[in-house]
């Protein structure tokens, strides 16, 4: 009896083994090269990367296929890679990340017909594209296929090893055309997917701008995939071009406005690199105030005036009309240039509008704040010719202090013909004749001439208890100096 039950189980466990080997087997029957498989990484050797298939074979790839551009190992034990069958067998199961080594036109057939990876390695460029060696067969790649982008320099490809799609298989293999644009293509087809479901509005990611445009910059998010920051939201500070804020091949810290997909089935992507700082108008109130006066950086010129940073992020603008009481600007370029430091006097802060008011001429003074002080009725002084007019002579007498001499007071000059002759930046001896402060204006005449005398400007020098009654008071109307000279023209009448 105990015979008999060790020869049944032994019987058994023979059974059991039998079925094992024929499941097993069965798995393994069911790779074929060309397949592509997912597995994980069980085991890295000095040379070899071995991943479980799913059969009872183990499939082996070289580890030199999974060194990045540095060199480094890119896979570890427990991660999963998808790779192709280059061979299945009994003993071992070869697998790669595309076909590779020696083949005969029957393997790129089916390479081509299954849609599997090649490599091949770019040995010279030609007339409309690159000759490639696939298998140690000559395949055309046109320069078109050759990347996503448009290729600028065509022999930075040269010398290269890249995986290609065979896209055209003809004359049993005499005429072969492959694409890696296409294999691209396809990656970054899968990299959208990812984008698409881990990416919404309001996240916020790293770009990289790659062109500008006169409405914005385009900013890559990951290969195959960018998006547009428009000019207004590529700074808080007030810009007339995107090259003001950013270049090309900057990283770029921008948030998700909004996703789209278009007619044709392309992304629209709108972000925003301002929205991920802090508005510095959150704090203008605290940090500027109207009537101070500061240093700003000149960042942008208009023909209108300069835009001048105060305060990081915040360009407030100095007109044209307030850059210079001394100059005559007639563009803010004869006055600054991007990249000076000015002196400026904060006019108005508007918040609402995110507008801040500049001068620079109130920053320095009005040189006619102490006209009166400087110059008096009377006095000789010495001026330069600054240009001569209709109405007579613009003599310069200090800087942004300019008097006229009228026709009518050069014509009583003993000589006169020296006035009308005189040209900018001739030196003159003048006398001051008038002195309106309030207006500006300072009346010149020769020296030695006796000007007309000006009542009104003596009544306007006179005490107050001296000018008599003023205007609409119960006065007689003649007791005023107009009056006064009809009432004498009568009189002698």
Known sequence: MAGSDDSRQMGAEENFEAMLDAYTGSMGETLKVGDRIKGTVISITADSVFVDTGTKVDGVAERSEFLDDNGELSVKEGEEVELYVMAAGAQEIRLSKALAGVGGAALLEDAYKTK??????????????YDVDVLKRRAFCPVSQIDTRFVENAEEFVGKSFQFLIIKFEQHGRNVV????????????????????????????????VRLAPFGAFAEIMPGVEGLIHVSELSWSRIGAPDEAVSEGDIVRAKILSIETDKKGQLRISLSARQVTENPWARVADALTEGEIREGKVVRLTNFGAFVEVLPGIDGLVHVSEMSYTKRVHKPGDMV????????????????????????KEAEGDPWSGVVEQFSVGATLEGKVESRTEFGLFIALAPGVTGLMPKSNMAKAPKAANLD??????????????????????????????????????????????????AGSDAPAFENT???????????K
């Open 337 to 360: 240039a991007v990249g000076d430091t000015v002196t400026v006097k904060v006019k108005g802060i508007d918040l609402a509008q995110q507008r801040v008011s500049l001068s620079m």
């Open 421 to 470: 002759n005189a040209k900018p930046g001739d030196t003159l001896q003048v006398t001051v004749a008038q002195i309106r402060a309030q207006e500006r204006k300072i009346t010149l005449a020769p020296v030695g001439v006796e000007t007309a005398e000006d009542t009104s400007w003596k009544e306007y020098r006179k005490p107050r208890a001296e000018k008599g009654p003023v």
């Open 116 to 129: 599997l990876p090649v490599e091949g390695r770019v040995v010279a460029t030609r007339k409309g594209g």
């Open 178 to 209: 492959v694409s890696r644009r296409a294999l691209l293509e396809l990656e970054q087809e899968a990299k959208r997917a990812e984008f698409m479901a881990q990416m919404q509005e309001g996240s916020v990611v790293d770009t990289k701008i």
């Open 482 to 492: 107009l009056g006064a000279a009809l009432k004498n023209a009568l009189k002698n």
